[in-house]
């Protein structure tokens, strides 16, 4: 049998998704499928006011418009700390305030746009090195009231969601031992783990109203 080690490797799917001829979840449609399209906050931290969805519910072939207070909960793992539509205030640019589902794509998406939300602009935390100073802006301020894994220990009043110590050994005397210390600040960017693929789901309720 043949090595390949040291030689270049097709994927077997590279030509369709380089060509466009690759199928994904957003490609696939069903008779009677409805479209949706999140209206998402243009601030990164704010206090929501008031929403009001009139003008996204009054366009023809909208059929529903929910907000955060139609489903009032919070998701997350090991801390439940999301909720899927903001609730009260935004946390982050481009949080999800409502999300609109029409007969078509472009109709969800034009009436997304309609969804208008007043906002109170609150201090911003633009960096883990600032949320982490005492004093910063709080982004939850009922930390200590979400649900969690026993091995997560949120510090309430911080923006620490979890703070876990390791002890092995004396640190102080090693680095006094040692001929040469090293100190290194690493700091990674955002990325993304399918970047050719948008995030899609579809969903079908069957006759018995399960998903």
């Not at 449609?29 to 998402?40: C, E, N």
């Not at 609730?87 to 609109?100: C, I, N, S």
């Amino acid at each position: 049998m043949a090595s390949s080690i040291g030689k270049e490797i097709l994927r077997k799917e590279s030509g369709q998704k380089v060509t466009g001829a690759a199928r994904y979840t957003g490609d696939t449609s069903k008779p009677g499928l409805l479209h949706a399209a999140l209206a998402v906050s243009p601030h990164a931290h704010a206090r929501m006011l008031s929403i009001d969805t009139s003008a996204a519910r009054s366009i023809p072939g909208v059929r529903a418009v929910i907000t955060g207070e139609d489903f009032p909960v919070l998701t997350g793992s090991p801390l439940e700390d999301r909720p899927p539509l903001a609730l009260d205030k935004v946390r982050y640019f481009g949080e999800p305030v409502a999300v609109v589902v029409a007969d078509a794509e472009y109709i969800a998406e034009m009436a997304a746009l309609q969804v208008r939300v007043e906002y109170e602009p609150l201090p911003l935390v633009q960096s883990p090195l600032e949320a982490y100073k005492p004093g910063a802006p709080l982004i939850h301020e009922r930390l200590a009231e979400y649900k969690h894994y026993e091995e997560v220990y949120p510090e309430p009043g911080t923006n620490v969601a979890s703070r876990n110590r390791i002890r092995k050994g004396n640190m102080e005397e090693g680095w006094s031992r040692s001929v040469h210390t090293i100190e290194v600040r690493v700091s990674m960017p955002q990325s993304d783990h399918a970047a050719m693929e948008p995030r899609c789901s579809t969903a079908e309720l069957l006759p018995d109203g399960k998903a």
